[in-house]
């Protein structure tokens, strides 16, 4: 062999080399790049999880209040027929409503205010301010900022 075929053949390992060195770079970035798409999907899909778990919690919370809803307008029905002489059924009460506004419930404010469709149900028009809440006549519920039950009430409308 002589001294030009040896240093052709150093030149072709050197570039047989650095060929596999550019085909592991390539395949390292190309995994590196597969990786961060995985961890990407990967804290969407925790993102989402989280999200479905919060909507069905919210949901089943929902459908629970809804249900203990009248037996709160019974206690304060209760209230209003003893004229609020009962300090257990006001305690009662007033921990009912704790414990509700924990929960992210809030009574809607009704009492001389501008009637609301999507937070009132006009049960009745009375002599009155037109368009004013006249008397509310059941409590209406907002869970997070979101009617759970509109407010029954009676509106105002000028007389004839």
Avoid: H, W
């Amino acid at each position: 062999m002589t001294k030009d075929d040896a240093k052709i053949k150093k030149e072709s390992e050197k570039t047989k080399e650095a060929t596999e060195a550019e085909l592991l770079k390539y395949k390292i970035e190309e995994l590196e790049n597969q990786n961060k798409r995985l961890l990407a999907d990967y804290r969407n899909l925790e993102k989402r999880v989280e999200s479905q778990r919060k909507d069905l919690i919210l949901k089943a919370n929902k459908q629970l209040i809804l249900q203990i809803l009248p037996i709160l307008d019974t206690l304060i029905f209760a209230d209003k027929q003893s004229k609020g002489q009962d300090q257990t059924l006001n305690l009662i009460i007033k921990q009912f409503l704790d414990i509700l506004k924990l929960e992210g419930v809030e009574k809607i404010k009704t009492q001389g205010a501008d009637f609301d469709p999507n937070l009132m149900e006009c049960i009745e028009t009375v002599e009155g301010d037109e368009g004013k809440v006249i008397e509310e006549t059941r409590s209406g519920y907002a869970l997070y900022g979101e009617t759970l039950r509109p407010a029954d009430v009676r509106i105002g409308k000028k007389g004839n």
